[in-house]
């Protein structure tokens, strides 16, 4: 393993990460188009530690995601580098696949009835689960689920078991589904927008709840969020995802104190304080570039207050900032001291 990967001092003492990912792109390929929805993504995570992702709508954070487990329709071509505990997701079998799911990775979704089944009880679907990836009997199957609905607090659980997703509020209904994604104590487990449907107070008590139990069980966990708040209670790690690439990647605390890409400037200097979390992340004039379309320089550059012309022209270099963190951008000096926001480049 290269000697820039350090393991945090939350992560255990192992040198596998849980996610290594390089080069990673994704088109979907139909008769009508291509549309290029993930252009060059890099980024490692080890093994207990939580990245959150964050960007405009349509800047390929759920494709991203959903390629880490190749949940993906077959339009889909993806390429580079997807390795998850180790293993090359992109030469895994169906069979392999199927294994994997649920087992060492898990994923939530925004919606949790997309994710739960109506017409069986939750304690139902939370025993399949189990059962499907363990030689363990029904009633130890159910006890686990018993257990789960109990870790993920669920007040009144053994009736909760015996309830159907219906019976549920939203709150209720996301816990369930969480309770379903760590059945198997999975190394890995993603989390694409979890709590946007739920009202302000529940979203932010099922997050905290979700960092707990990552830390309890020290999994590797990749969120999607709108919520910059959310993002600095809850991650270790920040990707700023733009046109399908990262243009901004590093510590939580780093990034949003200190933003060196234009793009993570704009979106923090336009984030008022107490935003409604159920909109999307502030605008920053102009509107992200068509998928369809590959650029031949960098993809913010026509909504960018400092680009020069090589800015149109050429693709940015991947800056490094410390061990950890880079900016896809010609701005950023890394000898240049914190809280320096780069001037505006006159053409
Ligand atoms: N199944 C699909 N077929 C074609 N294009 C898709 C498909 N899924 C997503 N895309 C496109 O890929 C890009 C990234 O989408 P997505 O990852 O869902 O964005 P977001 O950052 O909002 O999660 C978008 O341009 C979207 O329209
Ligand atoms: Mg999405």
Known sequence: MPNDQVATSSAPDTAVPIVDVQGMSVKFVSREATVYAVNGVDFRLM???????????????????????????????????????????????????????????????????????????????????????????????????????????????????????????????????????????????????????????????????????????????????HDLSVAAQVADKVAVMYAGQIVEMGHVRDVLRNPQHPYTQGMLASTVHGQDRNKDIPAIPGSPPDMRLRVAGCSFAPRCPHASESCHTSEPPRVALGADRYARCILPDPSRGPNIMPQKVSA
């Open 47 to 225: 093994p207990g530690e939580v990245l959150c992702v964050i960007g405009e709508s349509g800047s390929g954070k759920s494709v991203s995601m959903r390629a880490l487990m190749r949940l993906l329709p077959d339009k889909a071509q993806i390429a580079g580098k997807v390795h998850v505990s180790g293993r090359d997701v992109l030469s895994m079998t169906q069979s392999e696949l199927t294994a994997m799911r649920g087992r060492d990775v898990s994923m939530i979704f925004q919606e949790p009835m997309t994710a739960l089944d109506p017409v069986y009880t939750i304690g139902d679907q939370i025993s399949e689960t189990i059962l499907r990836h363990e030689p363990v009997g029904r009633d130890v199957a159910m006890k686990r689920a018993l257990d789960l609905l109990e870790f993920v607090r669920v007040p009144s659980a053994a009736r909760r078991l015996k309830s159907y997703p219906f019976e549920l509020s939203g709150g209720l209904r996301q816990r369930a589904m969480i309770a379903m994604a760590l059945s198997c104590s999975p190394k890995l487990l993603l989390a694409d927008e979890p709590t946007t449907a739920l009202d302000a107070t529940v979203q932010i008590q099922v997050l905290i709840l979700l960092r707990k139990l990552q830390k309890e069980m020290g999994m590797g966990m990749i969120f999607v969020t």
